[in-house]
């Protein structure tokens, strides 16, 4: 299926999709829609739906209405052309555990018309040491792995990801996010979820925020809920000498402690910084320890979604 798709329509649409469970409404409303060959994360804390949601495009479960699209099929009518053309890494899997490496992704790849080479696939996801070895005797790093390789021997279009380096070491980590970025400019579309935000800020090409089954915001790793502009943080400190001087684009908060140590938070930080670095440079003074920072995505995260902290774990 490699390359990308001649079709300029989403890959991914998904319009007031609603499920219930009895009385208990999981997903209420929601629309968002996936570009092909993009990294989408899905974000949402325990409860709000998301995983319901991605259980429905994967076909795994049925919704009570609205509608999604899923590479211009309708997940639930859950036919082998649709499950051909996607591929699902759950968080947890179930495999033979006697059987090796290459048996289990041999087996999966007799499973499709065209599936790609099982030695490069499990080489591609970093098992080539460990394709004779039994699924019983992998870590769970290695397992993960072994789901990944599974998941891609179908040369999928869309590829669900869901908390897909659970378990990794910080090397594993940076290999299978490399490996994803090498899907993406492959033409594969990826929906991601993860709890780990540092993984979203270097995949995701964009990101969606659901609470309570809806969709609350909306847009780029950098740009989520204004963080791009919004909330920085200038800090630096002052030379000695120059203490007793008016500093530009006030007001600034000076430490306590003596070290003049001086902080703002703006909302306009192009503007603060230009005639702060201007009044440095009339003054022929450096400004030591002079930072810029804005709130990370997980302080954005935590914002939007009025959350005390992340869970890993999956609710409806």
């Not at 947890?92 to 030695?119: C, H, I, K, N, Q």
Request: with cysteine.
């Amino acid at each position: 299926m490699g390359g990308t798709p001649a079709s300029h329509e989403p890959a991914i649409v998904v319009e007031g999709l609603r499920k219930d469970y009895g009385k208990v409404r999981a997903v209420d409303g929601l629309s968002f829609q996936v570009r092909r060959g993009e990294i989408y994360a899905l974000l949402g804390p325990n409860g709000a739906g998301k995983t319901s949601t991605v259980e429905i495009l994967e076909g795994h479960r049925r919704r009570s209405g609205g509608m999604v699209r899923v590479l211009g099929l309708d997940p639930g009518a859950g036919d082998r052309h649709f499950r051909e053309r996607v591929g699902i890494v759950l968080q947890s899997g179930g495999m033979d555990a006697e059987l090796t490496v290459w048996e289990t992704v041999s087996l999966f790849a007799g499973l499709y018309a065209r599936p790609r080479d099982v030695g490069h696939t499990i080489e591609r996801v970093g098992l080539a040491a460990k394709r004779r070895a039994r699924v019983r005797t992998l870590s769970g790093g290695q397992l993960r792995r072994l789901d990944l390789a599974l998941a891609l021997i179908g040369d999928p279009e869309v590829l669900f990801l869901d908390e897909p380096t659970t378990g990794f070491d910080p090397n594993a980590r940076r290999e299978a996010w490399d490996m994803i970025c090498g899907l993406r400019r492959s033409g594969t579309t990826v929906l991601l979820t993860s709890h780990y935000l540092d993984e979203v800020q270097n995949l995701a090409d964009r990101v969606g925020v659901i609470s309570h089954g809806h969709l609350v915001e909306e847009s780029t790793p950098r740009a989520l809920g204004g963080r791009d502009v919004s909330g920085t943080v200038i800090s630096f400190r002052l030379p000695a000498r120059l203490r007793g001087s008016q500093l530009p684009a006030g007001p600034w908060d000076e430490s306590a402690d003596g070290t003049g140590e001086f902080t703002m938070h703006t909302d306009e930080p192009t503007r603060v910084l230009l005639a702060l670095t201007q009044w440095a440079a009339t003054h022929d003074v450096e400004l030591p320890g002079l930072t810029v920072t804005r709130p990370s995505l997980e302080d954005v995260y935590l914002r939007i979604t009025g959350q005390a902290g992340i869970g890993s774990g999956h609710g409806p």
